[in-house]
């Protein structure tokens, strides 16, 4: 899914050098059908290059959590960077708007582009939170109508699947090695690149999706299927037996025979206790050819057949063997069965053989775990008690099995320097009008205490100066904080023609880095899995005000007869 379509870039440092998204689908046309109607009648009514200021954000937290990892960012930026209408394209709106619409509109869209646009957003890989704008778009209002769609959908899904991903590294710890192997099960192609890139993003650290690892720079991993072991039927077939030792000082002429010593040595030896007798000759031929293939990468899965009494005897033998010509075994990968008795049972035996045998580190063989896991399983292996070293992490992961979609808006807050809101009966679905800046207040342990949003011209809050924060709708909810620290959370990612130093885009690994640093900033019980406590959201006191101002003045009075 290399890029294509790169569009016209703006002159100068505006643009830079900006590539395509990464997906070549999308386009401007990527957007709903609503959008070119709206535009239309903008462009009718005279109004189409009437200054709009939209926030786009979400309202909810996913998961049942507290906090949300913002990624997607830049995508949006390789769009608007790149958006341009093509004659194709102009000729398929044409045919798709009703015939009445003026020819006119259409040599508009032909000259439009984002030059006059401005974007501030939140840093990628920031913690985020309800209400909060995650982007400020403003621009002529028919062509920021034309970006909401596809912003939505590029902001969606990267920041649900980079959550869920923290949200597993969080319940897994740090120490273990998290592994996206949700290809296969990925809604499409672009869902398995995006969930590959934003897993990584939110803290996973390899991928089996080669296209993402060629695409983005993510380290790949992976071993083989069941369908390699039951493919051999015994080590006969074995041809090519002999394998050069790691030093390259000597070649072991049969290979073969040396596993097979190794195994009987397994068998005979009291640390078996009797748990394996005949081990599976078809497993034990596929694990030999695998390392004879891969000698510094030997990782084996050990379940097609029996862990205990097949697979881990016969992958020691392997390892075992693979140790005399100076190579090192990676270790197995469990897919089936109870992972924690039997990554526990499996630590047992790799131990033993280092005490019994004098190889050194064998008991620190890895373990890798996998077979539908989720944050639950995780959890619950947690408190059994396991010896796993890495997680493979498939379907739940990926496609968000607890919850298909973050909710993503993007509402008009103001029009020609007139505020604007949206009311509703439902509270959570009232916007916060006009153009604001939003700053994350630290406490004296150094965690976040609050976000507040001000109006643009208001002064931003003070270190050390006591600043009152409202609930934005809830006069009761209210309290004063005096931060030891503030951070102003949007910048300028997209200045179009104010001048404006814009924001460069970082490579994956340092939003990676970024992500997992505000993670680690955040207070434990904003985090933790069950009933986590809610991270505060305000507005300043004169926000509040204007707010309640604004929408008394909008709503309709009713009137009782």
């Known amino acids: 899914m290399a890029a294509v379509r790169n ?44 200054r709009a200021v939209f926030d786009l954000y979400f309202r909810k937290n996913p998961f049942g959590g507290e906090y949300t990892v913002f990624a997607g960012l830049e995508e949006c930026i390789k769009l608007v960077a790149n958006f341009r209408f093509t004659e194709d394209e102009i000729s398929f709106i044409r045919k798709s708007l009703p015939p009445s619409c003026e020819v006119g509109f259409y040599d ?40 909401e769609t596809p912003l939505a959908n590029l902001i969606n899904y990267a920041s649900l699947v980079a959550t869920n991903a923290a949200r597993h590294r969080f319940v897994a710890g740090k120490d273990k090695l998290l592994l996206e192997f949700g290809l296969r099960r990925a809604q499409g192609p672009d869902g398995g690149i995006g969930a590959s890139k934003y897993c990584y993003m939110g803290g996973f650290d390899a991928t089996s999706n080669v296209a993402a690892g060629k695409l983005f720079g993510i380290p790949l991993r992976g071993t083989h299927s069941h369908a390699f072991v039951s493919s051999f039927m015994s080590p006969d077939e074995i041809i090519e037996k002999s394998l050069k030792r790691r030093d390259g000082s000597n070649v072991c002429e049969d290979f073969v025979s040396l596993v097979q010593t190794w195994l009987s040595k397994l068998k005979w030896s009291h640390i078996s206790g009797g748990i394996f007798g005949e081990t599976n000759q ?73 005490k019994e045998f004098k190889v050194r580190d064998f008991g620190k063989a890895g373990i890798t775990a996998s077979n539908d896991l989720n944050e639950e399983t995780l959890d619950a292996l947690n408190k059994q008690g396991h010896e796993v070293d890495a997680f493979g992490i498939g379907t739940h992961l990926v496609t968000c099995y607890a919850q298909p979609a973050l909710g993503v808006v993007f509402k008009l807050v103001e029009i020609n320097n007139q505020p604007r809101i ?28 609050v976000d507040i949003m001000t109006g643009e011209n208001e002064p931003p809050p003070k270190v050390g100066e006591r600043i009152l924060c409202r609930h934005p709708f809830n006069e009761s909810k209210r309290a004063y904080v005096v931060p030891q620290r503030v951070e102003e959370l949007m910048k300028c990612f997209w200045p179009g023609k104010s001048g404006k130093n814009r924001e460069e885009l970082p490579p994956i690994k ?52």
């Open 282 to 354: 078809s497993e034990l031929a596929a694990f030999i050819s695998y390392a004879l293939a891969f000698p510094e990468n030997f990782l084996a899965l050990v379940d097609t057949y029996d862990v205990m009494r097949s697979g881990i005897p016969n992958f020691c033998a392997v390892a075992l063997a693979l140790n005399d010509l100076g190579y090192k075994a990676v270790g197995i990968r469990l897919d089936s069965g109870d992972l924690a008795y039997l990554s526990s049972e499996s630590r047992k035996f790799f131990r033993a053989i280092e």
């Open 7 to 50: 569009g016209p870039k703006t002159e100068g440092k505006r643009a830079g050098d900006i590539d395509g998204p990464t997906n070549p689908m999308v386009t401007p046309l990527l957007t709903d059908l609503y959008q070119f109607t709206m535009a239309y009648a903008y462009w009718k009514a005279g109004k189409h290059n009437e």
């Open 422 to 449: 949206k009311l509703s009966e439902d509270v959570s679905k009232v916007s916060i009008p006009c153009k604001k800046r939003s700053f994350r207040l630290y406490g004296k342990e150094g965690y976040p205490l």
């Open 510 to 561: 340092l939003i990676r880095e970024r992500c997992i640093e505000q993670l680690g900033q955040m207070r434990p019980d904003h985090m933790r899995r069950l009933n986590p406590t809610p991270y505060k959201v305000s507005v300043s006191a004169k926000l509040y005000d204007f707010i309640h101002f604004l929408w008394l003045n909008e709503a309709p009075v009713g009137e009782l007869q």
């Open 108 to 147: 508009y869209l032909r000259g439009i582009d984002c030059s006059d646009m401005e974007i501030h957003a939140i840093s990628e890989g920031f913690v985020v939170f309800p209400k909060i704008p995650l982007m400020r778009v403003e621009g002529p209002v028919a062509v920021v109508q034309l970006l």
